[in-house]
């Protein structure tokens, strides 16, 4: 794999942000994944579990689906994920399964982060293939996306309170 | 949650066994789970990565999907998912992110197992949520069931090679 220049890597995880401000415009908490091969973004993916009411349905997931349908084949071997958030442990695992030669992601996840938080599974050589990982990128970006997320939701429910209180 | 019968077990762990043999017909590895709900069979799945050529498609993930599906709703809090063989880090990270109650599995995967064998995602009290794991129910069946799966793979690849160098 060519290494990629920090301006190609701000290109794609551009992308991702872009998915996770798709996800946020429909209340979803804003995370959002794409997957690049040969140059070309293959797989897309936004947050959807609130929306469709599945559990597996996280961004990672979707576009991991969405680029095993693209090259017809489980095996993303070649292929890079980028991703605003820290993968969980099924995200993570779906990385191994589909065999992703680069993962780079942006704000680290320490309530269920399972590349380097809590533990990582993707440096774990038991499993049957480790990916390359390039952590914090576009970090300050990625935490504001959640935080000012987050905040606007508590402030909606603090108005909300308020208003019940006075009702 | 009420424990199950030995019966019980078995009943259920059968409808995974069903699902394995479902994948076996068409030439994927034999893996089968199923979820329950209020004594009702909500989710069914097989392994079809071969066939659908994703990689995420494993019976755990796909019999979640169906579950979350049926009860409309992400969180599958008093559910129980039955499958023969250990869940990988993926399908161990689906059950945490579902909530699923207990986790009843066959036999261990000493290559790829996230619930005791490579490490116990599971029984990890920094993630947010832990199901009760029973394993090893109907083993000798569920190890059966794969080997003579992997063995008849293996004597067709011998017969393959003999016709081969005679030809």
Known sequence: ???LTTEQQEVLMGAAFE??????????????????????????????????QD??????????????QAVGSWRLERARLFVTLEPCPMCAGA??????AEVYFGAADPKAGAVGSLLNLLTDTRFNHQPAVFPQVMEPQAKALLQDFFRTIRAKQKQLKKTQSNG
Do not use: F, W, Y
Request: glycine share 8%; hydrophobic share 40%.
């Open 19 to 52: 998915q996770a401000r798709i996800a946020e415009t429909t209340g979803e908490v804003p995370i959002g994944a794409i997957i690049e091969l040969d140059g070309e973004i293959i797989g897309r993916g936004h947050n959807l579990r609130e929306t469709s």
């Open 95 to 100: 990385i191994i399964n589909s065999r992703i």
């Open 1 to 3: 794999m060519n290494p």
């Open 55 to 68: 559990a597996t349905d996280h961004a990672e997931i979707l576009a991991i689906k969405q680029a095993c």
